[in-house]
C-alpha cells in the first residue's frame, strides 16, 4: 500500500469529525494571549525595557544625591549601557513585529525563528553579565561615598582578610549568576532551539 | 471592524485547513485546541498584509503549516508520535474495514514522520503540485521531489514494518 493508494481516503479522514466552529467562537479567539515563544520573547523585551528605565531613574537619583566625579561617571556608563541594551532590544522588537505581520516560506520562517530565539538568548546572558559589574561597582561606591562622607571610613577597621573575603564573594557571585543565566536560558530555549535547527536539517537535507 | 469581520468570514469558509493541519501535527485534544488557537493569533496579526497575490487558502496554510512546526509544546504534552487514536478511524464511516485498516496503518506510518516531511505529505494530500510546494516550503521542486520520493519509500517501509 502507497500514499498515492489511498490519497482520497486519507483527505476524507482527516476531515472526518471535524467540529467546525462559529463565528462567535473565532471571534472570541482574537480575544486571547498567544503562548508562542516568540510572543514569550517579546513580553520579555517588554520587561527588560521598564527595568532599564528604573536602572536609568536610580542612576539620575545618584546623579542628584551625590556630588562626586566619581559617582557621575558611573551614573554615565549606566545610562550608555541602558541606552544600548536598549536600542538593541527595540531593534529586536521591529524584527519581530516583521516577522509576525509577513509569513515567509516554511524553510525562511524556521531560520527567522531561530535568529531571533539566539539574538534575544545571547543579549540575554550579555545584559545578565554587563549589568552585574555596573551594580557591584555602584553599590561599593555609593557605600564608599556614605562611610567617607560620615566619617565613619577612618574608623572602620579594614584587614587584609576581609578585601580577600570582599572580593572572593564578588568573583564567586558572578560566577553563580553566570551559571545560572546560562542554566535557565538552556531550560527555556535550549530544547526548542536544537528542535528548530533539526527540522532546519530535515529541510536543507534533500 | 471591516476587517475583523472579513478576517472571521474567509476563517469560518477556511477552517477546514486549521483543523487538518492541527489533526495531523498533535495528538492530545487540549494541544490541538491551543494549536488551533495559536495559528488563528498568527493569521489575525499578519492578515493586514495579506494582499490576495496568492490564494487565501495558500496563504493560510503558510501560516498554518509554520506554526504548528514552530509551535512550542508543554513537556507534559508530546508532539504525535503515537497512532492517532484508534476512535477516529472508528468514527469514520467507512464501509470496507481494509480501507479504515489501511487508513489506520498509513496514519500511523505518517505519524512518525518529521515535522517538515508532515507538511510536505499535508500538502501533497492537498493536490498542491512540486511548484507551489516548493514555493510554501522555500526549496525549489527539484528538491521537493526528492524529497517526496524518499518519503513515499519511508512510508512504504513503515507501513509493511506497522501491518
Known sequence: MELDDIKTLMNGALEQEMELRSSASLQDMLGKQTQSVIQRIKRSIWFELSAFILFALGAVACWLLYHRLLVHLFCMATWVLCIAFSAYLLLLHRRINFYEQFPAPVKENIQQVIDIVTRFTKLYAAISLGMLPVIYCFGLLIGYVELSSNGLLQQFAWSEGMLYAGIAFIVGWSVFIFFISKWYIRKLYGHYLLQLQQQLKDIENG | MPEESSFISLIGTHQRIIHKVCRLYMQDPQDRKDLFQEIMLAAWKSYPQFRGEAR???????????????????????????????QMMQAADYNDTTEQEQLTVMHQAIAQLSAVDKALVMLYLEDYNYNEMGEMMGITPNNVAVKMNRIKTKLKQAVKTIA
Do not use: D, G
Not at chain 2, 59 to 72: D, M, Q, S
Open chain 2, 56 to 86: 487565501f487558502s495558500t496563504w493560510l496554510y503558510r501560516v498554518a503549516l509554520n506554526t504548528a512546526i514552530t509551535f512550542f509544546r508543554k513537556e507534559q504534552r508530546q508532539p504525535i508520535t503515537a497512532p492517532l487514536p484508534h
